[in-house]
């Protein structure tokens, strides 16, 4: 899948290196800054957007492997592949991160809470980079409500109709 991807990015001209990570896991986020560095020399913007957001039966009924998987993607990942990237962009040239949060951050309901509460805490982390490697390093969040991607397909045929967001939908992809 990696070379997949690589393989359409040259397509359009640029350069490409693929490499498998779990970003949840510290030592392939510390292989993956590194193969970047090796292969480019600098990275100048980082988007920390892997995710994921199980349903919880309840909060009682919520394992504790749950809960670990869910920090350990929405925010220990970002907080280890930031603090690497941030700290030789402000040692560099600068840079950007931005940190793909999410409203459901700010508006939390019982079935996600976990997902949720990382995501409250990846928006914390994001002030406190933003501080820490300013002023040569950009670091900002973006918080979606709900977008219409692969994950939506396995949604509530309704949800769509209930939805608070202002334009009444879910968002597109190419909108973000």
């Given at each position: 899948s990696c070379e997949a991807a690589a393989?359409?990015?040259?397509a359009l001209g640029r350069r490409a290196?693929?490499?498998?990570?779990?970003?949840?896991?510290?030592q392939d986020l510390d292989q993956l800054?590194?193969?970047?560095?090796?292969?480019?020399?600098r990275v100048d913007v980082l988007i920390n957007n892997a995710g994921m957001s199980p349903v919880a039966?309840?909060?009682l009924e919520t394992s504790e492997d749950l809960i670990d998987k869910v920090i350990d993607l929405n925010f220990k990942g970002p907080f280890r592949l930031s603090a690497l990237v941030g700290r030789?962009?402000?040692?560099g040239d600068g840079g950007s991160i931005i940190n793909v949060s999410s409203y459901g951050s700010l508006r939390?309901?019982?079935e996600y809470a976990p997902y949720a509460g990382a995501k409250s805490a990846?928006?914390?982390l994001t002030i406190a980079h933003a501080v820490e490697f300013?002023?040569?390093?950009?670091?900002?969040?973006?918080?979606p409500g709900s977008f219409r991607t692969d994950i939506a397909r396995h949604w509530p045929a309704d949800k769509e109709s209930k939805t608070d967001a202002v334009l009444r939908r879910f968002g597109e992809p190419d909108e973000i």
């Open positions: 393989n359409e990015i040259r290196l693929p490499v498998a990570c779990h970003a949840a896991r510290w800054v590194e193969r970047s560095y090796g292969e480019f020399g039966p309840s909060s030789r962009m402000a040692a939390p309901l019982p990846l928006n914390s300013a002023p040569k390093v950009r670091v900002n969040g973006i918080l």
